[in-house]
């Protein structure tokens, strides 16, 4: 009987030809079924892919064959076998898009001047010992169903508008306070905290492996609150039934943690939404671009 898996997994390296590692990425996919989304630029290479057990094993194995793969952190998580409508393999100039190409700096040992990495307990023995003050590093939308108590949460629909989010002064009362950067599986940290660091914040960490990783060391008994979202069809995962509601509903504002796809087609909106105002919350968003 088929178990489906998911991965989530990245690593900033330098690659000398990342289409000649596309074309490879991709053959390798579809040789074993692999569904998902993998981006690679000349520095590294950032995935979630799906299918059957066995396949994603020998997909893990064979990747890390590649010596500048060989140290990749895979984080898995239980697939529904449906998860990915179809298989993605691009370059771009950044595996994560910040729009800030240029002002990255990687080598062999991963992201040049970023954050200091700190484990779930890590993390813990920080917070106890001070104050700190949690950045998301996610879009606003995938904060509403779930993120650390007190966190900031920054104003941003996509990773493009940070460097302006953080340009913009808001945050510099921070820039002499220790800042623990957190995002899905640490990707987007691993950005994030070097941009805060170029702009003046003085003490900036990042969570190592993410909520992903906090969440499977202490689940919803520790400082994470409510749901996580994530980059597939399941939308959102819990890491026990004992979550936390935080989101609203956007139509009738009931708690919930769903979040959907708009389906109108003048729509492109993800929102959070109970089961009862599916219809009416998509011809709504459908709506209002064009009031």
């Given at each position: 009987?088929?178990?489906?898996?998911?991965?989530?997994?990245?690593?900033?390296?330098?690659?000398?030809?990342?289409?000649?590692?596309?074309?490879?990425?991709?053959?390798?996919?579809?040789?074993?079924?692999?569904?998902?989304?993998?981006?690679?630029?000349?520095?590294?290479?950032?995935?979630?892919?799906?299918?059957?057990?066995?396949?994603?094993?020998?997909?893990?194995?064979?990747?890390?064959?590649?010596?500048?793969?060989?140290?990749?952190?895979?984080?898995?998580?239980?697939?529904?076998?449906?998860?990915?409508?179809?298989?993605?393999?691009?370059?771009?100039?950044?595996?994560?898009?910040?729009?800030?190409?240029?002002?990255?700096?990687?080598?062999?040992?991963?992201?040049?001047?970023?954050?200091?990495?700190?484990?779930?307990?890590?993390?813990?023995?920080?917070?106890?010992?001070?104050?700190?003050?949690?950045?998301?590093?996610?879009?606003?939308?995938?904060?509403?169903?779930?993120?650390?108590?007190?966190?900031?949460?920054?104003?941003?629909?996509n990773?493009?508008?940070?460097?302006?989010?953080?340009?913009?002064?808001?945050?510099?009362?921070?820039?002499?306070q220790?800042?623990?950067?957190?995002?899905?599986?640490?990707?987007?940290?691993?950005?994030?905290?070097?941009?805060?660091?170029?702009?003046?914040?003085?003490?900036?960490?990042?969570?190592?492996?993410?909520?992903?990783?906090?969440?499977?060391?202490?689940?919803?008994?520790?400082?994470?609150?409510?749901s996580?979202?994530?980059?597939?069809?399941?939308?959102?995962?819990?890491?026990?039934?004992?979550?936390?509601?935080?989101?609203?509903?956007?139509?009738?504002?009931?708690?919930?943690?769903r979040?959907?796809?708009?389906?109108?087609?003048?729509?492109?909106?993800?929102?959070?939404?109970?089961?009862?105002?599916?219809?009416?919350a998509?011809?709504?968003?459908?709506?209002?671009?064009?009031?």
């Amino acid at each position: 009987m088929a178990i489906p898996k998911i991965l989530l997994f990245y690593v900033f390296t330098p690659l000398a030809d990342p289409d000649a590692v596309r074309l490879w990425q991709r053959d390798l996919c579809e040789s074993l079924g692999l569904k998902g989304r993998i981006i690679l630029s000349a520095d590294g290479m950032n995935g979630t892919i799906g299918g059957d057990l066995k396949a994603v094993k020998k997909y893990v194995r064979k990747t890390r064959e590649y010596a500048s793969f060989k140290n990749i952190d895979f984080k898995w998580s239980e697939g529904t076998g449906d998860d990915f409508p179809k298989l993605s393999v691009k370059v771009r100039d950044e595996i994560v898009s910040f729009g800030a190409p240029g002002e990255l700096k990687v080598d062999a040992n991963g992201v040049v001047g970023g954050g200091t990495h700190l484990s779930p307990d890590e993390l813990h023995e920080l917070v106890a010992s001070r104050d700190v003050t949690f950045f998301d590093g996610r879009n606003a939308f995938e904060a509403e169903i779930g993120r650390f108590e007190g966190a900031v949460v920054p104003d941003v629909a996509n990773t493009r508008e940070f460097v302006a989010e953080l340009d913009s002064g808001k945050y510099d009362h921070l820039k002499d306070q220790p800042i623990v950067t957190y995002c899905t599986g640490g990707i987007r940290c691993e950005v994030l905290s070097s941009l805060m660091l170029n702009r003046g914040f003085s003490e900036v960490y990042q969570l190592d492996g993410g909520i992903v990783r906090y969440g499977e060391r202490f689940g919803d008994a520790g400082l994470w609150q409510g749901s996580l979202y994530v980059f597939d069809q399941r939308m959102a995962v819990n890491f026990t039934p004992d979550a936390a509601v935080l989101g609203h509903c956007v139509a009738c504002g009931n708690p919930t943690s769903r979040m959907r796809n708009c389906t109108e087609p003048s729509c492109r909106d993800q929102f959070v939404v109970c089961e009862a105002c599916d219809a009416v919350a998509c011809e709504r968003h459908a709506v209002e671009p064009a009031a």
